[in-house]
């Protein structure tokens, strides 16, 4: 595991841009796995600047996401789906058709969670964007996890739905209780990982996926097993490394 801080979340994301555009540049047909989130929004930034002065083009690649509420139609602004679409996907060139998000509408949550599963295994993302929760979750894996899931239906902690409140009008009730969450085995199957943290509220997060002992107490702490991780974190969410 490779750990950068930078100075603040521009830097961050520049940091995390430039390993991810390695992958970009490299492979035409890159497979992406995306994640939501207020974390990741200025390197998806980053990612349309240069498809706009035709640096990269996604033409040709494939997106995978992590995660999706259940419940929510992809028309409400807050739906993962509606999301992509307007912080990255409406942006550039990649084909509608070869972004996936999970259904979180689907009337069988659970055979659409074991094809979500099954798609990945076929198609492992070349690169991983994560973020962070508070709690140490990684996509909507809460802590006890099983470090060996696949694809499934989640019961959110109240803890995540308090931390997403501000994206609901600061109203808990409003905050789906339930999402679909690619598994932990499934987002160990990325070839490259790259984890973005910032701000205080991540601090003590980060320092238990670093340092903590690998445990599914934190499922973040799953990455110090995978041989190609790199965390970038804005000084805030380093405080307790050093
Ligand atoms: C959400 C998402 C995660 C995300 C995390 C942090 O619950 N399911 O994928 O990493 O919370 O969100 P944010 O980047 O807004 O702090």
Avoid: W
């Avoid at 199957?189 to 670093?210: P, T, Y």
């Amino acid at each position: 595991m490779i750990v950068v801080t930078a100075k603040d979340y521009d830097e961050m994301s520049m940091k995390a841009y430039e390993a991810m555009k390695k992958v970009l540049t490299e492979k035409s047909d890159a497979t992406l796995g995306l994640a939501t989130g207020s974390t990741p929004v200025g390197l998806y930034k980053l990612m349309i600047a240069d498809y706009e002065a035709g640096k990269i083009s996604y033409k040709d690649m494939t997106s995978i996401n992590l995660d999706e509420y259940v419940g929510l139609p992809v028309t409400h602004p807050e739906s993962y789906r509606a999301f992509m679409n307007r912080n990255l996907f409406d942006h550039i060139d990649i084909k509608k058709e070869n972004t996936h998000v999970p259904d979180g509408l689907n009337p069988d949550l659970a055979a659409a969670a074991d094809a979500y599963t099954a798609y990945i295994a076929a198609h492992p993302a070349d690169v991983q964007i994560l973020g962070i929760g508070s709690n140490g979750h990684i996509a909507f894996n809460e802590p006890g996890t099983p470090f060996d899931s696949h694809t499934h239906v989640v019961t959110l902690k109240e803890g995540t739905r308090k931390d997403n409140a501000r994206f609901f009008d600061n109203d808990i009730d409003k905050v789906p209780t339930h999402a679909v969450t690619m598994g932990l085995k499934d987002i160990m199957s990325a070839k490259f990982i790259i984890l973005l943290a910032n701000g205080s509220g991540k601090a003590n997060a980060v320092k238990e996926m670093i340092k903590g002992p690998v445990s599914e107490n934190c499922p973040a702490s799953i990455l110090q097993t995978h041989p190609n991780v790199l965390v970038v974190t804005d000084e805030a969410a380093a405080y307790y490394l050093n």
